[in-house]
């Protein structure tokens, strides 16, 4: 008896530990199983330059086909185009604090300036850690400055309009959709995530005032919902059981499920993807359903913070990538969007010149 | 005698770290034939794992052994007599939330605020879990099952009233953050920038300290310890098993409600992006390593912390994803089982041989000296 149900303990713990510590690997069709246990630094290996440029990614890193890929994509521009030498280091689902500020830590000891962290987790870290290394140049994709005290001089703050292109892609939404419903899958409910649905909401009604925009959320606060897709998949079956026939995804690496339901409720169903041109990464038989993608330039960022540093001018204090600065967009690769191109165009000049403000709350 | 005890006792210890050596050495083969299928080099991981962890590294792994620690020895209490609370990881982030709500509001002043953060964040931890006990007992729930919702329905309710009534933050939410002077300053070995020990890693110490004597040292602990090993001789000998269920789930569910608080008062301030999830699950891996025992488990802490730690920066010095290191974690809970079943075999099959030599010997003198008999 005893050993029986050590045995079934044993057996809970391993199922356990794999959804509880995987999380990371779910979700993203990585391709080739290298990629999950050697994290591609590839193009950090033959990398050379006198700027040596620190990548810390969130959880998931490489591969995930949104968020880090995108931070990656401006990376490997640097490289390319400004000749500097880099490492990356990857967050894991779960990880103690001091294990994000260690991670800094190694890099500004390395000689690594600038250091971007990706993503709003390593607010507080690099608020801890900026002040032991005034001579390196921070900057926190989607971060804030936490204690509010007198600002840190060597962090910028990287943040996007992200309601901006929800607008545009809501728009597109709103005047492709048949049923006069469309749908928004949420990876978290959280205020991030719900400043996409208010720019969505907002685009669809602008077109579109009789359309219905039917709101979901995989989780409430569980970081997983970014990397769900099986909660992904269920979300979006429900809104076209409600009979959405456009659906709008800010899930991360969840998209992939929602891109599922679509494609297997069939033809005349669209997705729209978010942070990359998801397009481009989807499987073939999605590809006809993907409608176009929110684009959210962590490469321009990356990019622009990297280029700063080696001009001698680095990036500080606050900067919003929006329409304006080519922050946020919309895709158009499959050409699904050819015929509404215009009028998306009208409404993005609008944003633009200001005469239309767009929420960044629901 | 007194040298054939000793001997006896040492023999007993080592056989204690015999299993959880050979468990190691496995997870460590395991972990790299995986690193050498994807194209990495051993050599490199090992290098890592096994450098001398520097001045902050240290004070990480000193930390997270105690939040690790507090984790297992919750889920230990269950474990003893067989109920398996899969719940910690519920039952601390609600313990949490409510005690960073509680002390945030600072109703009590200074270092009172974090005496009564503390025994809020025991009772929520309790009751939370103690749900799972009486449904059990009640309604005969599998706690498995039970604790496992209890899960969901606790991270999920925490979720909803931060983002519902948390203070915005960033792009985020957070309780309101603790006064400084409800807060400790912890004790710095080194340079300040490489961190504090945490004060409350004193609860590590007195929770296992005091769980260790109320499991072997009172009758409570011996009623629980004996409905562990054999539940109807328990109840034969008038043990109230139904009374012991719920007392042993809320005990755990206290202890649990303890985990994150050493964290709270040191570093965090408030609950909110810097909270630490995933300890719950661990603490279970870290219990069934160290065998239910304190000991063991403070064991078991140390190694797990020391991985998470010195795996940490893996990729940025080799390019190996730190993730490789929950495979070796993985592994030795699962190699652990194993190998002290195979010690415990071998060691019973060594002691019968040694007892049947031994009788063979008498038998074969006595037949002598029957022979001598039937001689003379």
Not at chain 1, 223 to 234: N, R, T, V, W, Y
Not at chain 1, 301 to 324: E, R
Request: glycine share 12%.
């Amino acid at each position: 008896m005893r050993r029986t149900s050590k045995i079934a303990a044993v057996g809970l713990v391993v199922a356990l530990a794999l959804t509880g510590c995987g999380r990371s690997d779910t979700g993203t069709s990585k391709p080739g199983s290298g990629t999950s246990a050697a994290a591609d630094n590839t193009i950090c290996k033959d990398a050379k330059g006198d700027t040596k440029v620190g990548l810390a990614f969130d959880v998931g890193g490489v591969g995930d086909q949104s968020f880090n890929d995108s931070a990656y994509a401006g990376l490997k521009k640097a490289v390319s185009e400004l000749g500097v030498a880099c490492t990356t280091g990857e967050a894991t689902d779960g990880e103690a604090e001091s294990a994000r500020e260690d991670r800094l830590r190694t890099m500004a000891d390395a000689g690594m300036n600038p250091i971007v962290a990706v993503g709003f987790a390593y607010s507080e870290a690099v608020d801890k850690v900026s002040g032991d290394y005034p001579d390196v140049n921070f900057a926190v994709i989607d971060g804030f400055d936490p204690t509010g005290d007198a600002a840190n001089d060597n962090v910028a703050y990287l943040g996007f309009a992200e309601n901006e292109g929800s607008f545009l892609v809501g728009a597109a939404a709103g005047l492709k959709t048949k049923t006069n419903k469309v749908g928004f899958v949420g990876g978290v409910h959280m205020d991030l995530i719900k400043k996409f649905e208010a720019g969505f909401t907002q685009g669809v009604k602008a077109v579109n005032p009789k359309a219905k925009v039917l709101v979901g959320y995989i989780q409430e606060s569980d970081l997983k919902g970014f990397g769900d897709p099986d909660g992904g998949k269920q979300v979006a079956n429900g809104q076209l059981d409600r009979g959405a026939d456009v659906i709008y995804h800010a899930a991360g690496g969840s998209g992939a499920g929602v891109f599922a339901a679509v494609t297997e409720a069939g033809k005349g169903q669209w997705a729209i993807g978010v942070d990359s041109d998801q397009y481009l990464t989807a499987p073939d038989d999605q590809k006809a359903h993907i409608l176009t993608s929110m684009l959210k330039r962590v490469d321009v960022a990356t990019f622009d913070m990297i280029k700063s540093v080696v001009d001698g001018a680095p990036l500080k204090s606050y900067s919003t990538f929006d329409l304006k600065a080519d922050g946020v967009g919309y895709s158009t690769s499959g050409g699904f969007v050819d015929d509404i191109k215009a009028q998306l165009d009208q409404w993005a000049e609008k944003i633009k010149a200001g005469t239309i403000k767009v929420k960044t709350k629901p | 005698m007194n040298n054939m005890a000793a001997a006896a006792w040492s023999r007993k210890i080592g056989q204690a770290l015999l299993a959880p050596l050979i468990a190691l050495l496995v997870a460590m083969v395991v972990t790299s034939l995986v690193i050498m299928l994807a194209g990495a080099s051993v050599g490199d991981f090992l290098s890592v794992l096994l450098r001398a962890p520097s001045n902050r590294n240290w004070v990480n792994i000193a930390n997270q052994s105690v939040l690790l620690f507090l984790s297992a020895l919750a889920a230990s209490i269950g474990f003893r007599m067989n109920l398996f609370n899969i719940g910690v990881e519920g039952q601390y982030t609600l313990a949490s939330y409510v005690a960073a709500l509680v002390a945030g509001l600072a109703i009590f002043p200074g270092k009172l605020n974090i005496l009564v953060a503390i025994v809020i964040a025991m009772v929520v931890g309790g009751i939370w879990a103690g749900i799972a006990g009486v449904l059990k007992v009640t309604r005969g729930v599998s706690e498995v099952i039970s604790t496992i919702m209890l899960n969901a329905i606790a991270i999920t309710m925490v979720g909803y009233l931060l983002n519902t009534y948390g203070q915005q933050y960033g792009q985020g939410r957070r309780t309101k953050p603790l006064s400084a002077d409800s807060m400790f300053v912890g004790w710095v070995p080194f340079d300040a920038r490489d961190g504090a020990i945490w004060t409350l890693g004193l609860l590590a110490v007195l929770a296992g300290v005091g769980i260790s004597f109320l499991i072997n040292r009172t009758r409570f602990g011996f009623d629980l310890r004996a409905t562990g090993m054999n539940e109807a001789a328990a109840v034969a000998s008038g043990v109230k098993v139904k009374q012991m269920v719920v007392i042993s789930m809320v005990l755990s569910g206290a202890i649990a409600g303890l985990i994150w608080l050493p964290a709270l008062f040191n570093g965090a301030a408030y609950y909110g992006p810097p909270f630490q999830r995933g300890l719950g699950f661990a603490g279970i891996a870290v219990a069934l390593l160290g065998r239910n025992r304190p000991i063991g488990i403070a064991f078991g802490a140390v190694l797990f912390a020391w991985l998470n730690e010195q795996a940490n920066p893996l990729g940025l010095l080799v390019g190996i994803s730190p993730s490789v290191v929950q495979i070796t974690q993985g592994v030795v809970v699962l190699a652990v089982v194993v190998a002290y079943e195979v010690v415990r075999r071998w060691a019973t099959a060594r002691e019968q041989k040694a007892l049947r030599a031994t009788l063979d010997k008498a038998a074969a003198a006595s037949t002598d000296n029957d022979a001598k008999a039937v001689a003379s």
